[in-house]
């Protein structure tokens, strides 16, 4: 499976907060979230302007659009790490909680099944 392959199944998997993500699907939606957002802020800048809290129109709709698909690519990436979702709380505390979280994320995948469970590796392989 490609980069951008990896992207579109987290929007295919628009609200689904069971199962596992590998390590790679999550990183690559990361990665094309982030250039999406970059683009659009550049054409928020160069055409309809931003306001004070330095997100424009085009910024706001494009989170609102991104938010779920990221919860819940982040919430089946810690399944995969064998951890809750709500192990994404820990985000709130500032500094050590995002450390955390980006710690989590990085792990590889828990081999075998877990109860959220088949490994995506063992099942693509």
């Known amino acids: 499976m490609n980069s951008f392959e990896y992207f579109k199944k987290c929007f295919r998997q628009y609200a689904d907060f069971k ?5 790679a699907e999550y990183w690559y939606f ?13 054409v928020d800048m160069l055409t ?8 424009g129109l085009l ?12 919860l819940a690519a982040s919430v089946r990436r810690m399944h995969d790490t064998g951890r809750s979702g709500w192990v994404l709380l820990l985000s709130f505390i ?32």
């Open 59 to 70: 910024g706001a709709i494009f989170s609102l659009v991104i938010f779920i698909p990221s």
């Open 94 to 125: 500032p500094v050590i909680g995002w450390i955390f979280v980006i710690v989590y994320s990085c792990q590889d995948s828990q081999p075998g099944s877990n109860k959220w469970g088949a490994n995506p590796k063992e099942i693509e392989a």
């Open 19 to 23: 199962g596992r993500a590998r390590r």
């Open 48 to 55: 309809l302007g931003v306001g004070e809290d330095g997100m």
């Open 30 to 42: 990361v990665l094309y979230t982030w250039l999406i957002s970059i683009a659009v802020s550049l």
